[in-house]
T-cell receptor, first 109, second 113 residues
Framework: GQQVMQIPQYQHVQEGEDFTTYCNSS?????IQWYKQRPGGHPVFLIQ?????EVKKQKRLTFQFGEAKKNSSLHITATQTTDVGTYFC?????????FGGGTRLMVKP | DVKVTQSSRYLVKRTGEKVFLECVQD?????MFWYRQDPGLGLRLIYF???????EKGDIPEGYSVSREKKERFSLILESASTNQTSMYLC????????????FGPGTRLTVT
């Protein structure tokens, strides 16, 4: 079935640097969701994107859905140690979520 | 506050044992899901249920079965545990539909020796 590829798999940044994770599909997606999983925790829903070219912001986090609805990105401005965790994209088709492999973000203070 | 609970945070079982993982949600959600999470592989869907006594196979159902006798409870069963089933197991629930979020439980770290 459809798959979403997420890159990079890992990212180390210095606190204050920006961070971006990308989610790519070979086929058009009807929607994309983003989740964050803190170390030792469980995935928590962040946001959902539905429209072509959609951009949403949550404080320092900016989420984009590509014009062709085949890719999405999550950008964090000026990372903080509280941003540490794994970020997953996922798309929902017919009640089921299919997840990307996740990007693990590590922030050096 | 919405809540999904799982019966154990950590579990150690021997090869060949029958293992039950329980999940309970208090949000009256129709949909419930079982995932396993392994490093580098993300979350992979094992089974899901969209109603009581209904179940659908996910991407990796082999070696697992499920039971949903009540709306709030979804059980994952390993009939004969094997070492390659050592993993983190996450339960989730959601309302029906595509544009809905899933709520996850805290996870059960299962080790099969």
């Amino acid at each position: 079935g459809q798959q979403v590829m997420q890159i990079p798999q890992y990212q180390h940044v210095q606190e204050g640097e920006d961070f971006t994770t990308y989610c790519n599909s070979s086929t058009t997606l009807s929607n994309i969701q983003w989740y964050k999983q803190r170390p030792g925790g469980h995935p928590v829903f962040l946001i959902q994107l539905v429209k072509s070219g959609e951009v949403k912001k949550q404080k320092r986090l900016t989420f984009q859905f590509g014009e062709a609805k085949k890719n999405s990105s999550l950008h964090i401005t000026a990372t903080q140690t509280t941003d540490v965790g794994t970020y997953f994209c996922a798309y929902n088709a017919g009640n089921m979520l299919t997840f990307g492999g996740g990007t693990r973000l590590m922030v050096k203070p | 506050d919405v809540k999904v609970t799982q019966s154990s945070r950590y579990l150690v079982k021997r090869t060949g044992e029958k293992v039950f993982l329980e999940c309970v949600q208090d949000m009256d959600h129709e949909n419930m899901f079982w995932y396993r999470q392994d490093p580098g592989l993300g979350l992979r869907l094992i089974y899901f249920s969209y109603d009581v006594k209904m179940k659908e196979k996910g991407d990796i159902p082999e070696g697992y079965s499920v039971s949903r006798e009540k709306k709030e409870r979804f059980s994952l069963i390993l009939e004969s545990a094997s070492t390659n089933q050592t993993s983190m197991y996450l339960c989730a629930s959601s309302s029906p539909g595509i544009l809905v979020e899933q709520y996850f439980g805290p996870g059960t770290r299962l080790t099969v020796t």
